[in-house]
């Protein structure tokens, strides 16, 4: 598939869901670029703002198969990656597989479960496969995790341990409609009879495969990947910051940098890629210091802050 191409069939996606769920279109490039960047996304936000509409409605126009899991507090790791189940009339035990087994799977409130049950998610979003009692199982191809968590009613959960957030190509929010995209929200629930919109299938299977091949043909000059490098390596020196961007959050840069500029339809990376995709991809895998977590930093500030003291490279 040529990059023009991947352009085209990126914007046709995002018009479908944008048909479906009220957001800025930045927010849906955000999710789209970690399905292109072969990578997983992290939502946070309060309920009822639409992010389960958006797993769902992304699954719809990429035609792939998807499920949704609800964590919670008594959920067991066989719940996700599923079990063998004894079978009476062939007297053998078979494997009934888990909502995990799906092209696109939409972890909802990921927070609410132990760290056990978090922890099954670990494989299957680095490997592509899951373990069952010794048997290795592969998932099915593209497999894409979309985890929400609720940034409120925060009695009963489990934070996300540092490893597993970092396994995340991108962290982003929804956020509020503004007050005419309510409207229109309004507008658009009153002309039909069902809660949910529908989404039209967009792409086929093959065509959704060979667009999560375009970014590996996609340029990254020398001087944009010491870019990347001094932009992650400056995060370890902020004094805001206890542990800083590690070298797979540098590779997730270059990836969803070169995403990106597929998605737009350009064969190489520009520094303009790299600041639009630096806050969602960088912010998240920062550990701040006990004072600045005191002084409520964010961490979106301390990526901020990276950027704007950074050189970035020009054209001789």
């Given amino acids: 598939m040529e990059v ?80 063998h189940v004894f079978n009476e009339e062939t007297r053998e035990f078979e494997f009934q597989a888990g909502p995990i087994f799906a092209n696109i799977v939409l972890a909802d409130e990921i927070n609410r479960a132990p760290p056990k049950t978090q922890a099954a998610l670990l494989e299957a979003m680095e490997e592509g496969q899951v373990t069952v009692d010794g048997d290795t199982r592969m998932l099915p191809q593209p497999f894409f995790v979309i985890a929400t968590q609720n940034p409120v009613e925060q009695e009963g959960t489990f934070p996300l341990p540092e490893a597993q957030v970092d396994r995340f190509i991108v962290k ?29 299938r967009v792409l086929s ?21 010491a870019y990347m490098a001094a932009l992650c390596r400056e995060t370890r ?25 597929a998605m737009v339809g350009r064969e190489y990376v520009t520094p303009d890629d790299i600041k639009r995709v630096a806050l969602p991809v960088l912010a998240h895998r920062l550990v701040l210091t006990p004072d600045a977590m005191v002084n409520n930093v964010d961490k979106r500030e ?3 802050t990276v950027l704007d003291s950074v050189p970035v490279p020009t054209v001789e």
């Avoid at 929010?173 to 529908?198: C, H, K, N, T």
């Avoid at 797979?248 to 500029?261: D, K, M, P, V």
């Fill in 4 to 83: 023009s191409q991947a352009n085209e069939d990126c914007n046709a996606v995002l018009d479908a869901i944008g048909n479906s769920v009220i957001a800025d279109r930045e927010f849906l490039e955000t999710v789209l670029m970690g399905v292109v960047g072969r990578g997983h996304v992290l939502l946070e936000d309060v309920p009822g703002t639409g992010k389960t509409l958006t797993a769902r409605s992304m699954a719809s126009a990429l035609g792939l198969s998807f499920s949704r899991i609800q964590f919670t507090p008594d959920l067991l790791p066989s719940d996700v990656t599923g079990t």
């Fill in 172 to 200: 982003s929010s929804i956020g509020y409609p503004d007050e005419d995209g309510e409207i229109e929200l309004l507008r658009r629930r009153a002309g039909r009879v069902d809660q949910s919109p529908s989404v039209d």
């Fill in 205 to 225: 299977d093959e065509e959704v495969a060979e667009l999560r091949q375009v970014p590996e043909s996609v340029r990254v000059d020398d001087d944009l990947l």
């Fill in 237 to 261: 020196q902020d004094g805001r910051v206890d542990i800083g961007v590690s070298p797979r959050g540098t590779q997730r840069l270059f990836e969803a940098s070169r995403a990106y500029a």
């Fill in 302 to 304: 301390v990526v901020q």
